[in-house]
């Protein structure tokens, strides 16, 4: 096994050095800039915390790749907080829009990017934050992070594991080096027990293997704080709101042709809609600024209205404002009457998560491919909450109805809460997996 990861780091050493150019440039035209990099190389962390008696903290280590990760962690971090209230706390994220994400919500954390999968960035990385122990959300294998882990006695957890037919095709190809990758994990919590199975095809051990749901039906909508200030007046109650969220290219144009249709067949009170257009990725925020420009669309820009007072007001309602922001959607989700979810109008993504809209009872219009949530649009479709629409002229009807029929859109937000409820408990079974394997005892944190 030796020579394996031997082999994969020749190969990994030389793309890298053959194709750094590419990958600088691919990092730039992403996000823009190369903030972060640093990082990913194994320099520019911050210093390790000690406790106020001079001994080091245990430091619980968590992971999730971007902001959907981040955001279905939120739980179980807090409840591992409120058990473990004395332990550091570390979170690694992949993304930009991922780690800003968790430094807002965890500001008492470090919170730094994962760094590359280079055999010599590990141990300077464990050298500076002593971790105890590793919870990965979802399936985020790397492995020279989980060989070292093993050298280290670093006891490694899955949670919220899934494995898609096509990731599975592809580990168990490459078996022979996969194995031990599958087999390391002290414990695999899965959402489904076809994942389950997956894993113990792929050497994960059954006794290891814990069915516990989706923890992301366990997010819970905020309650009326400091920060919900910003946009408690921001429309008028009458103002019917409709948010997009995390669009992707395409589907903007599909979402302003039926918005813009289902406006003109309203009545002079309904033409004051305005649809909430979020893109997914923050370079794409001027691009849909532009292509609203060249529509001639009524749009305001959201960081505009943000930046020029503490409190976010309008002048007027614009038919569309483009939400430039990062951390502002799921404030959004609260304001409207209903909302359609991005990454599910075309092909090539596989959708967003639906139940960021449906905890807060509101209706989850979607397109045909989801299938990166496909248990969570499922339940909503089949259980109550999902309006599922095939096309531009089904989501140009589906608007129309829900703007003309206001009490039509409340009832499906009903019973897309309705839905999430059911389907909660997930977090606190993931709790006490961990905890059986390796938690702490309350004199043993430090």
Known sequence: MRSLY?????????????????????????????????????WGWPPRL???????????????ASVGEVQMLVPLIQAWCRRYPEAGLLLTTMTLTGRQTAKRI?????????????PGVWPLFFRRFRPACLIIAE?????????????????LALVNARLSLKSFKNYRFFRFFTRSMFAGPAVVV??????????????????????SGNMKFDLLPSGNSGEQILYRNLFAPEIPVVVAGSTHPGEEEMILNAWEKSLLQLS????????VLAPRHPQRFSEVAEFLTLRKVDFLRFSICKESSDRAALSGVPSVLLL?????????????????????????????????????????????????????????????GGLPVAGEVELETLFRRCLQEPAFARDEGLKAAATVDRHRGAVSRTMISLEEVFGWDREDKV
């Not at 730039?28 to 190369?34: N, P, T």
Request: glycine share 12%.
């Open 6 to 42: 031997i082999i994969y780091n020749i190969i990994l050493c030389a793309l890298l050095l053959l194709s750094w150019p590419v990958l600088l440039w691919y990092m730039y035209r992403r996000q823009g800039s190369f903030e972060g990099l640093g990082e990913r190389l194994g």
């Open 139 to 155: 399936t985020e294998l790397w492995p020279n992070l989980l060989h070292h882990a093993a050298r280290q006695g670093l006891p």
């Open 106 to 118: 965890f500001p008492q954390a470090r919170v730094v990017l994962l760094p590359l999968d280079l």
């Open 190 to 211: 899965v959402q489904d027990q076809v994942s389950g199975q997956r894993f113990a095809e792929l050497s994960t051990s059954p006794e290891q293997i814990v069915l």
């Open 268 to 275: 002079e009170t309904g033409k004051d809609a305005c649809l």
């Open 324 to 384: 430039d922001t990062l951390g502002d959607l799921i404030h959004f989700y609260r304001l409207s009457r209903f909302a359609i979810i991005g990454g599910t109008l075309v092909p090539g993504i596989g959708g967003h998560n639906p139940l960021e809209a449906a905890v807060f009872a509101k209706a989850v219009i979607h397109g045909s491919y989801v299938a990166n949530f496909k248990d969570g649009f499922g339940y909503l479709d089949d259980q109550g």
């Open 50 to 64: 000690q406790s106020q008696a001079g001994g080091k903290l245990r430091t619980s280590w968590f992971h999730g």
